[in-house]
């Protein structure tokens, strides 16, 4: 015996119509949400600035001091530069994982 079969008749359809309803309801509301959506007029909007606009041009920033790499080559070390950034730590490392017994 299932327990399905304890389930009486009457119920399995109240519940299958109930189901249906709530469907038909859900339908109901997309299809008005579509409607709503369809009488608006669509805009588009516009991403880029408008062509026939002429913007005065950027002016060109010129970097003063020179950028310089923080790291100076090895040549550059030779000849007396120093670097801007102190030498990075040494990796540390921790004693191995003790094997489990």
Do not use: N
Request: charged share 20%.
């Amino acid at each position: 015996m299932t327990m399905f079969d304890r389930v009486p008749k009457r119920s399995a359809i109240g519940d299958i119509a109930f189901g249906i309803a709530l469907a038909f309801v859900g339908a109901m509301i997309v299809a008005a949400s579509y409607a709503r959506v369809g009488d608006k007029p669509h805009v588009m909007a516009q991403a880029t600035p408008d062509a026939t606009k002429s913007s005065p041009p950027e002016p060109v920033r010129p970097t003063t001091p020179a950028p310089e790499p923080a790291r100076p080559s090895a040549d550059a070390q030779k000849a007396g530069a120093t670097p801007a950034l102190p030498p990075a730590p040494a990796e540390k490392i921790g004693e191995p994982v003790p094997e489990r017994k």
